[in-house]
């Protein structure tokens, strides 16, 4: 099976969420390739062609602020009742984009002005948040929905794939300083198995530091960049968030 198309254009959906409902996405990234500080297995957009924190190189593919208040205002006049969630997300990491904190500005004047009923969130894989531009935008956003897939360096490595930049015990502490946010796990089995005990042990210890005000967890329902993987059976999801909910005290939802 194939994965998933990039997105082309900057604004695309409305899509039906597990987690969101009716949410239309905004992708910041540039819509010919994948830009991204992971390279995950299970990435159904495939493995990132440019994998780097330093996007000095790809400055004229990125959308500008004004593109994204254009195809965002344009959309949301036109259907005004028409989504429950405007959610960053696309082609990559959305926090990679260069201007994202007035990203942040435009996409809520925006949803403001023509659809004030709709919340404005992010899919982020928690990896800019060293940078304090990307922290202020992120504080301003009404649902901060942030990875965490591993509780060790081992599993980050393998599964996530992080650009050499990126450190997993720097990641966990930038989670830290973000308050009232909702950390989404992906687990799966096969070629790597984040569902072991041992690891679901180190991963239920690092969610009880960052003290999200919830989680969500899930597994692979698309074509995956690494083939070798496998679904995860929701009788294991839900012993997970059992063990989780029962230890940290805060809510564990899967989808």
Not at 10 to 23: A, D, F, H, K
Not at 130 to 140: A, K, P, W, Y
Not at 144 to 160: H, P
Not at 241 to 247: D, P, S
Request: glycine residues 6%; neutral net charge.
């Amino acid at each position: 099976m194939r994965t998933l198309k990039l997105k082309e254009g900057i604004i695309y959906g409305p899509v039906s969420s597990r987690r969101l409902g009716s949410s239309l996405g905004v992708n910041l990234m540039p819509g010919s390739y994948k830009l991204c500080t992971f390279n995950c297995l299970y990435c159904h957009f495939g493995w990132t062609k440019v994998h780097s924190r330093d996007v000095s190189s790809c400055l004229a593919d990125f959308p500008s602020v004004e593109q994204v208040r254009e195809a965002l205002e344009g959309w949301l006049s036109r259907n005004p009742n028409g989504v429950d969630y405007v959610t960053f997300s696309g082609n990559g990491e959305p926090c990679l984009h260069p201007e994202f904190d007035k990203m942040v500005e435009v996409v809520l004047q925006a949803r403001d002005k023509y659809a004030p009923k709709a919340k404005v969130t992010i899919l982020s894989n928690s990896t800019c948040l060293d940078d304090e531009r990307v922290m202020s935008g992120l504080r301003r956003l009404d649902v901060r929905i942030m990875k965490l897939d591993a509780g060790s360096e081992e599993t980050f490595q393998t599964l996530n794939r992080p650009c050499t930049t990126i450190q997993f015990q720097a990641v966990i502490e930038n989670l830290k300083k973000l308050d009232e946010i909702i950390i989404q796990s992906v687990f799966v089995q096969g070629r790597v198995d984040n569902t072991e005990e041992g690891e679901v042990g180190q991963w239920i210890q690092r969610l009880s530091s960052i003290k999200p005000r919830e989680v969500q967890i899930y597994s692979i329902d698309r074509p995956s960049a690494d083939q070798g993987l496998d679904l995860v059976s929701k009788d294991r999801l839900n012993q997970i968030a059992k063990k989780a909910e029962k230890l940290c005290g805060f809510p564990v939802k899967v989808f």
